[in-house]
Antibody, heavy 124, light 107 residues
Framework: QLQLQESGPGLVKPSETLSLTCSVS??????????WGWIRQPPGKGLEWIGS???????YYTPSLKSRVTILVDTSRNQFSLKLNSVTAADTAVYYC????????????????WGQGTMVSVSS | DIQMTQSPSTLSASVGDRVTITCRAS??????LAWYQQRPGKAPKLLIH???TLESGVPSRFSGSGSGTEFTLTISSLQPDDFATYYC?????????FGQGTKLEIK
């Protein structure tokens, strides 16, 4: 059964770069019918999609974060990663990685399998 | 960008009640709408996709309907496990938009 696991520092200083990795087990990240995404949730607030990546490296980002976000895929390690630079306190959140279905010409599909999430705090 | 507006923000109900949560899109999204359940401290769980298709393993008391700009999630007879927060999600077109969530509380 496919599982996703986020990892990375739980505390990042303001203006620095947040870096997280999502490790995929029980299946291949190279599958042609899925995208891989990052979603975050500030404490007590709702969900926000950050971006998604295909195994080929094609990426899609939410406009509000596009200038600060990089998502990469490493098919040899069955992992994908998130980098968010110039962080502020507003970036404090639980960060989730998830699998999304490729809808082909229709675009990105629902996220059906999620990691457990990892809390990242931005503070000096 | 397409905006998703959920209502109500909070809903108080009792075990056995029938409840409905609404999600409205700022423009037509056909049937590209999913519903998620999130319990405290847990990742969201996919309940319904394509507006009305029940995910495998999800109890049949959950149902979704709608198309275009207005969608509903109905729970036919609330069970204790159903008290959680529910989110709608518009997908496709290479972007996603979540609703702000509806917290379902025990009355």
């Amino acid at each position: 059964q496919l599982q996703l696991q986020e990892s990375g520092p739980g505390l990042v200083k303001p203006s620095e770069t947040l870096s997280l990795t999502c490790s995929v087990s029980g299946g291949s990240i190279g599958s042609s019918i899925y995208y891989w995404g990052w979603i975050r949730q500030p404490p007590g607030k709702g969900l926000e999609w950050i971006g998604s990546i295909y195994h080929s490296g094609n990426t899609y980002y939410t406009p509000s974060l596009k200038s600060r976000v990089t998502i990469l895929v490493d098919t040899s390690r069955n992992q994908f990663s998130l980098k968010l630079n110039s962080v502020t306190a507003a970036d404090t959140a639980v960060y989730y990685c998830a699998r999304g279905e490729d809808l082909g010409v229709a675009g990105l599909g629902t996220f059906d399998i999620w990691g457990q999430g990892t809390m990242v705090s931005v503070s000096s | 960008d397409i905006q998703m507006t959920q209502s109500p923000s909070t809903l108080s109900a009792s075990v056995g009640d029938r409840v409905t949560i609404t999600c409205r899109a700022s423009q037509s999204i056909s049937r590209w709408l999913a519903w998620y359940q999130q319990r405290p401290g847990k990742a969201p769980k996919l309940l319904i996709h394509k507006a009305s298709t029940l995910e495998s393993g999800v109890p049949s008391r959950f149902s979704g309907s709608g198309s275009g700009t207005e969608f509903t999630l109905t729970i036919s007879s609330l069970q204790p496990d159903d008290f959680a927060t529910y989110y709608c999600l518009h997908y496709s077109s290479y972007s996603y938009s979540f609703g702000q969530g509806t917290k379902l509380e025990i009355k």
